[in-house]
């Protein structure tokens, strides 16, 4: 069994283990899973993907266990947050896929470019990894409770 230090969780088979998580897009919920942490019910989740607002990752033959991804989690999250807002249905979906590509690069970037994990006494910082023109300069991100995220340049210390 290996030693974790209270304090470090640059751990590289830590962050290897997370880039290979972010990597899949497999991971699959249920409209039942669905329905509970987004709020909307599993009548408007059909109607949607009907519509073809949403899509199912997988679904049986006869149209029953339907299966979302994370992603469509997120986008159905998105569209009812923008229902809440007052848009229509329609706007709501035109505004959400308006956004598409930038969920897929953010979801790129962080896949990509977490490099370490330190645990702080009230957060984390996410080593970003080393700037093109400055390698041995990395951007970290610091994640505290009760913060604002910040982001600082911090040299490497080799």
């Known amino acids: 069994m290996k030693k974790l230090t209270h304090n470090l969780l640059t751990d590289p088979e830590f962050v290897s283990r997370i880039k290979e998580i972010m990597r899949q897009d497999n991971f699959l919920l249920g409209i039942g899973d669905i329905a509970r942490a987004t709020g909307v019910s599993q009548r408007k989740l059909r109607y949607w993907e009907q519509r073809g607002y949403?899509?199912?990752a997988?679904?049986?033959?006869?149209?029953q266990h339907r299966k979302y991804s994370y992603y469509t989690m997120a986008r159905i999250s998105l569209?009812?947050?923008?229902?809440?807002?007052?848009?229509?249905?329609?706007?709501?979906?035109?505004?959400?896929?308006?956004?598409d590509q930038a969920a897929a690069?953010?979801?790129?970037?962080?896949?990509?470019r977490i490099s370490g994990v330190?645990?702080?006494?009230?957060?984390?910082?996410?080593?970003l990894g080393p700037l093109k023109e400055?390698?041995?300069?990395?951007?970290?991100?610091v994640i505290k409770q009760a913060e604002p995220t910040s982001l600082l340049l911090k040299k490497d210390r080799h």
């Open 54 to 56: 949403i899509k199912a």
């Open 58 to 63: 997988k679904c049986a033959d006869n149209h």
């Open 79 to 99: 569209i009812k947050s923008y229902l809440d807002s007052g848009f229509t249905l329609k706007a709501a979906v035109e505004k959400t896929q308006a956004h």
């Open 105 to 112: 690069a953010i979801h790129k970037m962080f896949k990509e």
């Open 118 to 127: 330190r645990r702080l006494a009230d957060g984390y910082e996410f080593d």
């Open 134 to 141: 400055q390698p041995n300069t990395h951007v970290v991100a």
